[in-house]
């Protein structure tokens, strides 16, 4: 599938930006890239015009201010980008959605978290794990995930309200939370956010959690109990790499005939 000359210059000029933030980059747009963009429209020349405009050094700085600039533009370019970090680029999780392809969506989901397949749309995901260097031992790291034929023993089905729910508690931590989502003054706005993400899959999706609570009841509780009182199969790695320890987590998939949706929460110390 040949992509539209827009999503591809934005597709170009995002990647762009992420390696400037990381520091594996130029620190200005030079030849292919700036002649690539020029077919992304309003937002690519916005994005560009800030970018010329951030002083290259110091390096700490510039860095900084091309990782605020990566968030907005990413906040500009959809309203699902924009849902998708305001609700969850402060905790640690993961979020992404990868085509379905399989008739058994478990091997899709596989591929989602081994990174091995994009977003069919180009919108954001959410893994700053991606360049850990912890993937060199795990691959799929921060996950370690079953076997698919392990799916159907450590999986649950969700009613889409639970699912909701589920997505919303995500913009929590998993310890010291000082404000759980049911008791925010912004209570509804989270799951205004939640609720685009999952609008993105349409009415008839289907969800999945490997909260032990929907073993027994497909519509638990996710908000009254926080992902403080949430317990689940893990499909993290055990391994103690780079000095972090991680110890819980929570996971919500959403299964279309077109796209697996893969969102997790992890605690870690």
Known sequence: MTLPADRTALDLLDAHLEALWHGTDLPLPQGPVCLAVEGGG???????????????EPKDTFARQVGSLLVEFRSRRCPWNAAALRLLDDTYTFAATGPRRHEDWAHDVHAVLHRSVPDPRGWVRLDYDRTNTARHIVPAYPFDPPDTSEFPDLLYPLAAEAALAALAIMAEEWQSEPAPVRSRPDR???????????????????YWTNATAAATDPAPDFLAAGLQGTQSHGF??????????????LGLIAVTDDEVGVFWSFGAY
């Open 188 to 206: 509804d706005a989270v799951l205004r956010d939640a609720r685009t993400l999952l609008d993105r899959y349409g009415p008839t999706a289907r």
């Open 42 to 56: 309003e937002l690519a020349h916005w994005a560009l015009d800030q970018l010329r405009r951030i002083p290259c």
């Open 236 to 249: 993290l790695t055990s391994e103690y790499l780079n000095g972090l320890d991680l110890y819980e987590d």
